[in-house]
Nanobody, 126 residues
Framework: QVQLVESGGGLVQPGGSLRLSCAASGSIFSINAMGWYRQAPGKQRELVATVTSGGSTNYADSYADSVKGRFTISRDNAKNTVYLQMNSLKPEDTAVYYC????????????????WGQGTQVTVSS
C-alpha cells in the first residue's frame, strides 16, 4: 500500500559526503515520524536519525550519538520525502541504510503503520 524508494547511496572516501533521499508513495493520508536506520554486517539495525511530522529534530534521541554533528535529517512534506545529509563520513558509517515512515492511511482512523524502504548501501573506504 505504501512504497518507500531510497536513493543516493554509494562509495565515498573517508571525510566525504553523501545525501540520501527516500520518497514515499501510495495510500497516504499523512506521515508522522520519518527516520533513517542502518545495519552493518553482523550487527543489529540501529536508529540513525528521526524527524517529526513538523520537521523537529530537537529531541535527545533524534540522532544517534555516533552521528551527531555530522548527519542532518530533514523532510519535505509536500513531496513525502525524507533526506539524510551525511558529512565527515567514517569507515564505521559503512552499512545498508533504510528509511522508515509511520503512515496514516485514512482520515477516518487514527491507526498508523510502519513502512520500510529496500535499503541503500553506503560504503566509506579509501
Amino acid at each position: 500500500q505504501v512504497q518507500l524508494v531510497e536513493s543516493g547511496g554509494g562509495l565515498v572516501q573517508p571525510g566525504g559526503s553523501l545525501r540520501l533521499s527516500c520518497a514515499a508513495s501510495g495510500s497516504i493520508f499523512s506521515i508522522n515520524a520519518m527516520g533513517w536506520y542502518r545495519q552493518a554486517p553482523g550487527k543489529q539495525r540501529e536508529l540513525v536519525a528521526t524527524v517529526t511530522s513538523g520537521g523537529s529534530t530537537n529531541y535527545a534521541d533524534s540522532y544517534a550519538d555516533s552521528v551527531k554533528g555530522r548527519f542532518t535529517i530533514s523532510r519535505d512534506n509536500a513531496k513525502n520525502t525524507v533526506y539524510l545529509q551525511m558529512n565527515s563520513l567514517k569507515p564505521e558509517d559503512t552499512a545498508v541504510y533504510y528509511c522508515n515512515a509511520r503512515v496514516r492511511h485514512s482520515p477516518y482512523t487514527v491507526s498508523e503503520y510502519d513502512y520500510w524502504g529496500q535499503g541503500t548501501q553506503v560504503t566509506v573506504s579509501s
